[in-house]
């Protein structure tokens, strides 16, 4: 029963709850009861979770095996010393491996074991940001000859390589991973993506740099998407970055995705203007691609509501040739924003003298018409609704009604979840950009029921508002503070 009390004291102790107990006391526990927590952690697990060099020197001088003892998931007390920054514990660790004889691996056993994640010690060091620690593991995998290492894959298939590149101040230790083992480069991440790729996604200037002038022929290599490392700054909104890829090469501008979807197209898509420009001024043939759809630029643009991107391409010599250009369902870019129901562009199209709302699609209309008929189905639907209309005291009935007739145009989920476009849409598949261009339109839809369902002074409430659930909400607000107000006059008076 003593033994076992002395167990939880060591425990707590170790975590911080209660003062450290004595070495001697330490010694004799560890002697007697070689302690294990229900996780599997011995004492020099613990140790080195918290940082205790001097404790941790205790334990190995009584039992040397708990070295390489792994907790229940996996870990080694060098897993959890790097992994929480202690380097001082790592350097000591390291120091007994050192002493480890041959047959038993050395310090190579204990740096390269993996727990369940197959994470070796470099992974936690590195995922940590702990640049001291990470610095010295990584020395000591070149010194023991086994660089190989560097480039080993967790079951997430990330290795210490591709996640340092994610890891804003370890450029240096990028450049000595890749002096030591420079088959890094070839590592092929999530959807396929490069190292360049990853670099790009956190527009980090200086890596690609390292990494470019390592391997220059990363700058072509396609993802699982079939998109280069041009595709993804140029869809994130990276001007600068695209413009360090373009002086490298300008003819990437040119390569296709799985979708034959162009740098230019997916910066036109996200409404990126400054990355779109620095693309056209690099290699103004690349304005004249097409995608799949047989779509233009300016297609994707008036498609998806950018309207930045729009005004720009408005603006340029070649505005005419694409301007009344049909895809392949026979669109003009007109048609495609008066069916994602995107009115600023509209506005703007339909201001220049070279648009011609006449042009008719492959199912016999124009975008005028097609207006047309969205304006007649909303009068008809708006005479049969007449009750959801929104006054000062009627806003619980409101809510309700409304919410019904969403619900049944399959639209109450944009309002109840909301619509959000991901920063990042370069890792997107085509069906999952699809599905955003899809939920923008139905917020749209939704959006505008509301501004059929509320006056002119209630419309001045949310017409900043970007999207439906934003103007559900304030509307929400707005409406509750009402009632409240008018049941405490009510209740007082």
């Not at 003892?69 to 007390?77: D, H, L, R, V």
């Not at 047959?103 to 994640?117: F, K, L, Q, T």
């Not at 619900?407 to 109450?412: A, G, I, R």
């Not at 607000?477 to 409240?484: A, H």
Request: charged share 25%; glycine share 4%.
């Amino acid at each position: 029963m003593a033994v076992e009390q002395g167990a939880i004291t060591l425990f707590m102790s170790l975590l911080g709850f209660q003062k450290p107990i004595v070495k001697h006391s330490i010694t004799k526990l560890v002697t007697a009861s070689n302690f294990v927590s229900p996780g599997m952690n011995t004492a020099l697990h613990l140790a080195a979770r918290i940082g205790d060099e001097s404790v941790a020197e205790v334990l190995l001088n009584s039992n040397g095996s708990l070295l390489t003892e792994k907790n229940i998931k996996g870990n080694t007390p060098l897993h959890l010393a790097a992994r929480f920054g202690h380097v001082d514990v790592v350097k000591f660790l390291i120091r007994r491996a050192e002493n480890l004889d041959v047959e038993n691996g050395g310090v190579y056993e204990v740096i390269s074991m993996r727990n369940m994640n197959d994470n070796t010690p470099l992974h936690e060091a590195v995922r940590g940001g702990h640049r001291r620690v990470t610095s010295l593991l990584v020395n000591k995998v070149i010194d023991a000859i086994h660089s190989d290492l560097l480039d080993s894959r967790n079951n997430a298939g990330e290795s210490p390589f591709s996640m340092a590149i994610d890891v804003n101040h370890f450029r240096d230790i990028v450049r000595t991973i890749l002096d030591a083992e420079p088959s890094c480069l070839l590592h092929r991440g999530p959807n396929q993506q490069t190292p360049l790729h990853r670099a790009v996604l956190r527009d980090d200037l200086d890596t690609i740099a390292i990494l470019l002038g390592t391997r220059r022929e990363l700058i072509s290599e396609k993802d699982g998407y079939g998109r280069t490392p041009l595709h993804c700054a140029a869809a994130s909104g990276a001007p600068e970055t695209v413009d360090r890829l373009l002086q490298e090469d300008p003819s990437i501008a040119l390569l296709p995705d799985h979708y034959q979807a162009t740098p230019a197209h997916l910066a036109a898509e996200s409404d990126r203007k400054d990355s779109l420009i620095k693309i056209l001024n690099a290699c103004p043939h690349s304005v004249e691609l097409l995608n799949e759809h047989s779509q233009n630029i300016l297609h994707v643009a008036a498609q998806n509501g950018s309207v930045n991107v729009v005004n720009y391409i408005l603006s340029l010599l070649e505005a005419d040739d694409l301007i009344n250009e049909p895809d392949k369902d026979g669109n003009t870019p007109l048609h495609l924003a008066v069916m994602n129901f995107h009115s600023r562009v509209v506005r703007d199209l339909g201001r220049t003298n070279e648009v011609d709302i006449g042009a008719i699609n492959n199912d016999g209309k124009t975008a005028l018409a097609i207006a047309q008929d969205y304006k007649r189905n909303m009068t008809t639907k708006k005479s049969l609704f007449k009750v959801f209309q929104l006054k000062e005291d009627n806003f619980e009935n409101w809510r309700i009604q409304m919410k019904t007739l969403l619900d049944s145009k399959n639209l109450w989920e944009v309002i109840e979840k909301g619509y959000q476009v991901p920063e990042d849409e370069c890792n997107l598949s085509q069906t999952q950009r699809d599905h955003i261009r899809d939920a923008r339109k139905k917020d749209k839809q939704a959006l505008s029921y509301i501004y059929q369902a509320i006056d002119e002074n209630t419309f001045e409430k949310i017409s900043r508002a970007n999207t439906a659930k934003e103007a559900w909400e304030i509307l929400e607000d707005s409406y509750k503070t009402v009632d409240k107000v008018r049941k405490i006059v009510f209740e007082f008076f």
